[in-house]
């Protein structure tokens, strides 16, 4: 009988994919999660309360990610738009209030996540590998264009020369969430991307330019935020932000290397994941509350990666924290999305951020096939790369709103809080366009521009993928 049962069971299993399994299952747990809360915390559930706002914003956006991964579009962009209906439909908006500080704290635990995600998949080897276009891919666009974005928000958007700075390298960082994705697509249609090195080149500079956007931003956002003190202090701040972020990031991640003990059969990765979220939350609150916003990001970048170099392969920890970005991207996106309220955006601000954005992404292309000249590659492989460099999304999301969020925390004046909605503002349009833009032109162009794959690595590739379908 049970024989019996589990067969039945096993056949309606097959005949239901497994995608739509999964995403039943989430809606399962959240839902029991949510009756809890309902229960224990009648108050804070009911709609209008905080719990409730939460469970509808993670569900709707994670659904709405989900439909669009299955219509091959970046999920991220279901999950914004999401974010910007909960706070812009009158009466959904009133069910769904969310306290700013509460909003602000949940997207500074999402930041952390992300760059943790990051920094543990970084490894420096790859620059050995792929060579000095590494370097230059990570550094040459992500100034061009922060530059140029800075110097056009001065002048269209009037913005001061810090905020200006500050928007630029919010919108400097590329995503890898987008172009790893697209890269397994190409590489599944049999495409040359492997061979030529461009997986591992776009991979891990992808990485490298985040952690430069990211470490510039916070440089800027110190001083942004430090103009009441003396002028000595503020040239310094910055540089000693990021000295203070390596150096306790190097410190905490060497501490990981001894603390747990690990053994050859018991790496204690579990504990492992445990201490490196703790100390990532304890570092990003605790120079918060110090006044340096920018070394709590930057330590658990340097964190993570240091812990990762000296423990070797543990899978277990960085699968754990994929797993927690699976609660923390809707969370994040919808959280940003939320951040938008059309009341705030004129129809000014609007056409004038849009002509920043698409002259900056303009120079940005040319500086990316720069960067890749004297590398080995075609001209058409250089545009192709080139092409790959406009994607933009998880970055944006994460710091494009950490300036609101630390002004509301330190009470800022209403001028320094219009500056950080337009950063905001721009971080989402920037998403809205260059995310569906980018991923569009690595998908059709890349027949036109990158050769076949040969037979040899075509079959070993497809002997992988049945593989990794079996398991």
Known sequence: MADHAQSCQGCFFKRCPDRILKLFSYILFVAALYITCFVTTASL???????????VLVLLAFGAGQLLKIAKIPPMLGMLLVGVALSNIPKVKEWTILDAQI???????????????????LDIMDIKRVGFAVIR???????VEATVFAIMSVLLLELPWIWAFL?????????????VPCLDELKKRK???EENNITTMLISASSFDDVVAISAYMVCLSSAFSSDKPLYLQIIQGPLEILIGIALGTLLGIVLWVIPPARSNNPNSKIRTALILVLGLCSVFGMSHLNFNGSGPLSVIVMSLTAIKGWGEDQVVTDI????????????????????QFEFITLDI???????????LCFRLGAAFMAVSWSGLT????VFVSFSWIPKATVQAAIGSYALAVAVEKGADEMVVEYSRTIVTVAVLIILVSAPLGSLLMYFTAPLLLERADTGHCQLAEGKEEEEENV
Do not use: H, N, Q, Y
């Open 191 to 193: 495409l040359k991307i």
């Open 103 to 121: 909003s602000s704290d949940l997207k500074t635990i999402s930041l952390m996540i992300i760059l943790m995600k990051g920094g543990l998949s």
């Open 167 to 179: 928007l630029g390298f919010v919108i400097a960082a590329v995503t890898p969430a987008i172009i």
């Open 45 to 55: 559930s009911k709609p209008g309360g905080p719990i409730f706002s939460l469970f």
């Open 379 to 382: 001209v058409k492989e250089k």
């Open 350 to 360: 609007l056409w004038k951020s849009l002509i920043v954005i698409f002259v900056a």
């Open 321 to 340: 924290v994929d797993k927690l970005w699976v609660l923390g991207e809707p969370l994040l996106f919808g959280l940003v999305g939320r951040d938008i």
């Open 137 to 143: 891919l990570a550094f040459i666009p992500c100034f």
